[in-house]
T-cell receptor
Framework: DAGITQSPRHKVTETGTPVTLRCHQT?????MYWYRQDPGHGLRLIHY???????DKGEVSDGYSVSRSKTEDFLLTLESATSSQTSVYFC????????????FGNGTRLTVT | AQSVSQHNHHVILSEAASLELGCNYS??????LFWYVQYPGQHLQLLLK??????LVKGIKGFEAEFIKSKFSFNLRKPSVQWSDTAEYFC????????????FGQGTRLTINP
């Protein structure tokens, strides 16, 4: 398995609190992605990064921000969590070689009460 | 923008039955196609991928998929399923350029009865 670690694995938080999820990779891959998984929606892209300090929005980016200050870490922040952000969050990485597949982390289950 | 549609939300089969899961995509350019599997409580794992060449691709665990360009389809097949194939299956597509953001279908939950 690709060297991807997501932390925390589970988190319960209250509405209105800030939350940061971390994705750490040991593969030195250029591309990193944050997806959320919800029943009936599959996985939807939140944000992605194509290099240090280079990020862009995905299809469901509202309410989320990201940062990538070094190659190995990609942080996802919910500035003020809402119940609609209760989900399972997956980080994925991809090397710079064209057409290389994505490899996924184990996910973070976030519950916003 | 790309979109992916998986027609079957939940499929229930008996062991040894044949499987075909439908996937259609919408995109005007050249794409890469993937099937991922997610076993209960686990992360997504790559089953197979198509980039170019032979439209019939073989993946792990006896799965295969056929790319039919004229139908914008990439259906997943397995001749004889096992109880251990119980999982959720996702079709995905990305454009063959740039950040190659992967767009997923809604997923198909497969239940195999012993």
């Amino acid at each position: 398995d690709a060297g991807i670690t997501q932390s925390p694995r589970h988190k319960v938080t209250e509405t209105g609190t800030p939350v940061t999820l971390r994705c750490h990779q040991t593969e030195n891959h250029r591309y990193m992605y944050w997806y959320r998984q919800d029943p009936g929606h599959g996985l939807r892209l939140i944000h992605y990064s194509y290099g240090v300090k280079d990020t862009d929005k995905g299809e469901v980016s509202d309410g989320y921000s990201v940062s990538r200050s070094k190659t190995e870490d990609f942080l996802l922040t919910l500035e003020s969590a809402t119940s609609s952000q209760t989900s399972v969050y997956f980080c994925a990485i991809r090397g710079g070689v064209l057409n290389s597949p994505l490899h996924f982390g184990n996910g973070t289950r976030l519950t916003v009460t | 923008a790309q979109s992916v549609s998986q027609h079957n939300h939940h499929v229930i089969l008996s062991e040894a039955a044949s499987l075909e899961l439908g996937c259609n995509y919408s995109y005007g350019g050249t794409v890469n196609l993937f099937w991922y599997v997610q076993y209960p409580g686990q992360h997504l794992q790559l089953l197979l991928k198509y980039f170019s060449g032979d439209p019939l691709v073989k993946g792990i665990k006896g799965f295969e998929a056929e790319f039919i360009k004229s139908k914008f389809s990439f259906n997943l097949r397995k001749p004889s399923v096992q109880w251990s194939d119980t999982a959720e299956y996702f079709c995905a597509v990305n454009a063959r350029q740039g950040a190659q953001k992967l767009v997923f279908g809604q997923g198909t939950r497969l239940t195999i009865n012993p």
